[in-house]
Structure formats: structure tokens, C-alpha cells
């Protein structure tokens, strides 16, 4: 993309929209080569052991699908898998409760550390720390 915010132009829409795809797949890729397939897991895997651990463990699995932006048929189907492996349970109580399992805690628990320092390597480490809360803000609109 053309430096035109340096020069106090908007970028086009579209030529901006692709280079934050790009960026996105980037990181994501970078981080979870670091992370997840160091750690045993899927990437779809550590999306919900993340959510739920900052959640405190447990989601109503709708609120779940909302918090990574998936459909809840693709949460149900990871979900199932990874109740399979022993590192989520399900109640159904008037909706369904995902909680992590005490194997889910200690796999979010050995994948943080690498988890952090991946994202820190690939992301954080290449902003200041006025764009990372310029990022925020804007990211926390979404």
C-alpha cells in the first residue's frame, strides 16, 4: 500500500482493507506456527481455550461463538472434538456452559507462556505503544 497516511492522505478503502488482511494472516500464521502446533493444539483449539481462560474458565457457548466470531455450528463442532480429547465439558442448563476441563487448564496454562511471547515477536514488538492503544480503541469497536 502506497505511503499516503504518511503524507496526510487516506488511504484507499480497499488497497487498506487488503493490507490488514494481509497483516492478520501474517501474524496469525507466525504466531500459531509458535504456539499452537508447538503446544499439541489447533489453532481453532487455542481460540477457545484463550476465550474461556480470560473468561474464567467457563461460557455459555453462544456467548463463546460471539466472542471468537464464528457461527455456533463450527463451535459445536470444535466443541465436540475437543470434549473428545478432555479439554472442555458441555452442561446443558437452560442454554450450554462450556468450561474448561483440568487438562484444558494445563494446555492454555503450558501454551500461554509461548503464546505471549509469539505475539509479542510478531505483533506487539513492531508498534509503539501509542499505536498498540490506537489499535485497541479502534479494534474495541468491532
Do not use: C, Y
Not at 29 to 34: G, L, S
Not at 60 to 75: M, N
Not at 76 to 91: D, K
Amino acid at each position: 500500500m502506497p505511503d499516503k497516511a504518511a503524507a496526510g492522505a487516506a488511504p484507499d478503502p480497499v488497497d487498506f482493507w487488503a493490507t490488514f488482511k494481509r497483516v492478520h494472516e501474517v501474524v496469525r500464521a507466525r504466531v500459531i506456527a509458535d504456539t499452537a502446533e508447538a503446544a499439541g493444539l489447533s489453532e481453532p483449539d487455542l481460540s477457545i481455550l484463550v476465550n474461556l481462560g480470560k473468561a474464567g474458565g467457563a461460557l455459555r457457548q453462544s456467548e463463546l461463538a460471539a466472542s471468537l466470531g464464528w457461527d455456533r455450528t463450527r463451535v459445536s463442532h470444535q466443541l465436540t472434538r475437543m470434549s473428545t480429547r478432555g479439554l472442555v465439558a458441555r452442561e446443558r442448563t437452560g442454554g450450554v456452559i462450556v468450561t474448561l476441563t483440568d487438562a484444558g487448564r494445563a494446555a492454555i496454562a503450558a501454551a500461554q507462556p509461548g503464546l505471549d511471547a509469539a505475539v509479542r515477536r510478531h505483533f506487539t514488538d513492531k508498534l509503539s505503544a501509542q499505536e498498540i492503544e490506537t489499535l485497541a480503541s479502534v479494534f474495541g469497536r468491532f
